[in-house]
């Protein structure tokens, strides 16, 4: 084993949930609060409040050169422990040791100024990784031509998208050379041919002898890049070693490598020559995994991710929406509908569409998504790679709250409740 360049001991971090107390009272009210204090505690009113561990006693070390994947599902504890590395949010107890230069990207809105242009935040976080201006005039054009932003460079980047935030937040943090680089679901974010420069580009940085932690979803990307992989489950370390696969295969057996809004390919389920699927999911307007209930006017995507093996000018992606309270589907859409020009091109090899659930519809309840992959025509005519009535593939959500503005609004049974225009014959 080489040097050591991450070490953490006994890492815990605790979130308070509820019971916020205001942070300034006058001198009247904390004299009131003082005196009456006895009299709550008595009654139960003592202002007790909850706490969650996001992580509990995590302790590991990383030698120098060594790429770590982190696995577990929603809430593991993933990307608290790399906000703890980025020293983004402090350790509840615990400590932690980094030993070399650290470049990191996070989630979308974290690591740059947002007032500041994309060249001038650039120009900061090298700083801020004690790099001289003229380190980073070297790498300038490297971190330009890989983020594919140089119309927006003068650009505040409060004004990016997020694809075109994370392509530069990502640029930054592998070009700038740190020692040590933590990547979190880079992967959840943008089209295929940027999540494949981005994997080219960390397979680089790993085959030059640097550090690598690499929180992700996307178990082929961890056994490709990853020499080790640590599975978290509730805030604690349950397996770490090298044995990546074994430990990938215990992931995925389990019922926590599959919430409800996320499917992966596990190796070669429904396979055919035709078109592999090897992601779907649900997602935010953000690229957000959903892991909570949502409203019926936020916006939800299904987006599906697979491979064309042989192209087929036949070939549909759709899906169908069930409810909880029918047998029979709500609707079912395909990315063939409408006009042909509209339609997303489809092309030989890895692709990524998506589509938007419609808003203002849905009632509250859980909603079942079948996902159906079939060939309409030509050599392999009503050929059903996926379907619901042959094999499922199905992702599921939840809506707890109908939005309307009305002060008459009452809930009613239904599946759906539209807000419908009503007018004085």
């Known amino acids: 084993m080489g040097e050591i360049a991450i070490r953490a001991e006994q890492v815990g971090k605790r979130y308070q949930i509820g019971g916020k107390r205001a942070s300034y009272k006058s001198l009247r009210e904390s004299l009131v609060a003082a005196a ?14 909850n706490t969650f561990w996001a992580l509990r006693d995590v302790s590991f070390s990383v030698s120098q050169g060594e790429v770590v994947g982190i696995i577990g599902r929603n809430g593991a504890g993933k990307s608290t422990l790399l906000k703890i590395l980025s020293r983004i949010t402090k350790p509840t107890t615990g400590r932690v040791r980094l030993y070399g230069r650290v470049g990191s990207l996070l989630e979308v809105g974290t690591g740059f100024h947002p007032e500041l242009t994309g060249r001038e935040n650039i120009f900061l976080s090298g700083a801020i990784l004690g790099m001289r201006r003229q380190e980073i005039r070297l790498k300038f054009d490297e971190i330009v031509d890989f983020a594919e932003i140089e119309k927006f460079l003068d650009t505040p980047v409060k004004f990016y998208s997020s694809g075109m935030y994370v392509r530069l937040a990502f640029a930054v943090a592998a070009h700038l050379e740190p020692e040590i680089l933590l990547v979190d679901e880079v992967l959840a974010v943008g089209d295929a041919a940027f999540q494949k420069k981005c994997l080219g580009k960390m397979g680089d940085v790993a085959q030059e002898g640097r550090t690598v932690l ?19 489950r509730q805030g604690s370390i349950v397996l770490d070693g090298r044995n990546v696969q074994e430990i990938i295969g215990e992931y995925l057996s389990s019922d926590e490598s599959a919430p409800s809004s996320i499917w992966e390919n596990p190796g070669d389920e429904f396979r055919n020559e035709w078109f592999q699927p090897l992601r779907v999911d649900l997602c935010d307007a953000f690229g957000d995994v959903l892991v909570k209930p949502v409203r019926n006017t936020d916006e939800i995507y299904l987006r599906i991710e697979g491979e064309v093996r042989r192209f087929s000018r036949s070939l549909a992606l759709g899906y169908y ?21 509209k339609w997303p091109e489809i092309k030989p090899g890895v692709n990524i569409i998506k589509t938007r659930i419609p808003t203002w519809l849905l009632n509250e309840g859980q909603y079942t998504i079948s996902l159906v992959v079939h060939l309409r025509s030509g050599p392999a005519a009503k050929l059903r790679i996926v379907h619901p009535d042959e094999r499922k593939l199905e992702l599921t959500f939840e809506i707890n709250n109908v939005a309307n503005d009305s002060t008459e609004w ?10 419908l225009e009503w007018t004085t014959a």
């Open 410 to 419: 009452i809930k009613r049974k239904g599946v759906i409740a539209p807000i």
């Open 321 to 341: 929406l069930f409810s909880e309270h029918t047998r029979y589907p709500i609707y079912y859409s395909q990315h063939k509908d409408g006009p042909p020009e």
């Open 36 to 49: 009456t204090a006895p009299v709550r505690w008595m009654r139960g009113q003592g202002g007790k409040v």
């Open 214 to 232: 690499f929180v992700s979803h996307r178990m082929d990307a961890i056994e490709r890049l990853c020499h080790r992989v640590m599975l978290l």
